[in-house]
């Protein structure tokens, strides 16, 4: 039971993750064909991000392989492994939404001049 929560988890965290990178291809959407013009915090975001959260990923299913290999005498549990999935795409999450909403803001300025 302990294992196929570990795999539950991880895939909702992998879908997470995938939804997460699609989220950074928003901004370039937002900003218009050429995308130069775009703020530098959301330019690092898109270049990083889904590197990022393809690490997070690859760590997750690491970690679960770990789980499912070793010997059920010391089992860890899978609640652990869920705070600290959610946290992790937290963290990460905070940064593209702020960077999403840079550049949404930054595209309104300039209309607004123009």
């Not at 929560?5 to 992998?14: E, I, R, S």
């Amino acid at each position: 039971m302990n294992k196929m929560l570990h795999a539950v988890v991880l895939v909702f965290f992998a879908s997470a993750c995938w939804f997460l990178s699609l989220m950074l291809k928003l901004p370039a959407m937002a900003a218009g064909p050429s995308g130069a013009g775009m703020p530098a915090f959301t330019r690092l975001c898109m270049s990083g991000g889904p590197y990022l959260t393809a690490g997070l990923a690859l760590l997750a299913l690491a970690y679960c392989i770990y789980i499912w290999t070793r010997k059920a005498d010391n089992r860890a549990n899978w609640i652990g492994f869920l705070a600290t999935a959610l946290s992790a795409l937290f963290v990460v999450l905070l940064p593209t939404i702020v960077a999403m909403y840079i550049t949404v803001v930054d595209v309104i300025n300039r209309s607004a001049v123009h």
